[in-house]
C-alpha cells in the first residue's frame, strides 16, 4: 500500500514561487508513475503535471506549461512540483498521485493512489 504526503503548500503572492514537495512510502516508488492534480472550490480535479518513473517523460497542462516543473528523486521517493510565475487562478488543493505503471499520464482514474492534498493559494 503506496501513502502518499504532500507538504510545501501556502499563501504567495501573484507572481511568486512555491516548491510542493510529495514524499512516498509503502511501495516501490521507483516503478510508480506520478503526477500532481489540482482542484479548485466549486470546479472539477484537473490534471497539472506528470512524470514516468526515471523523469525522463514529463507531461503538463497547457495551462502551467512553462510556469511549473515537475521532477522527481527515487532515492528519495519523493516528488517535487515547482511553481513560478503564480497566478490567482492557479489557488487550489493539489494532490499527488501514483499508479501502478512505470508510465505516467493525464488521466486520473489511472491513479490508484492519492495524497490528502495541500492548500496553495495565490493573492492577486
Known amino acids: 500500500q503506496v501513502q502518499l504526503v504532500e507538504s510545501g503548500g501556502g499563501l504567495v503572492q501573484a507572481g511568486g514561487s512555491l516548491r510542493l514537495s510529495c514524499a512516498a512510502s509503502?511501495?516501490?516508488?521507483?516503478?510508480?508513475?506520478m503526477a500532481w492534480f489540482r482542484q479548485a472550490p466549486g470546479k472539477e480535479r484537473e490534471f497539472v503535471a506528470t512524470?514516468?518513473?526515471?523523469?525522463?517523460?514529463?507531461n503538463y497542462a497547457d495551462s502551467v506549461k512553462g510556469r511549473f516543473t515537475i521532477s522527481r528523486h527515487n532515492a528519495k521517493n519523493t516528488v517535487y512540483l515547482q511553481m513560478n510565475s503564480l497566478k490567482p487562478e492557479d489557488t487550489a488543493v493539489y494532490y499527488c498521485?501514483?499508479?501502478?505503471?512505470?508510465?505516467?499520464?493525464?488521466?486520473?482514474?489511472?491513479?490508484?493512489?492519492w495524497g490528502q492534498g495541500t492548500q496553495v493559494t495565490v493573492s492577486s
Open positions: 498521485a501514483a499508479r501502478p505503471s512505470p508510465r505516467g499520464g493525464p488521466d486520473g482514474s489511472l491513479y490508484n493512489y
Open positions: 509503502g511501495g516501490t516508488f521507483s516503478t510508480n508513475g
Open positions: 512524470i514516468n518513473w526515471n523523469g525522463g517523460n514529463t
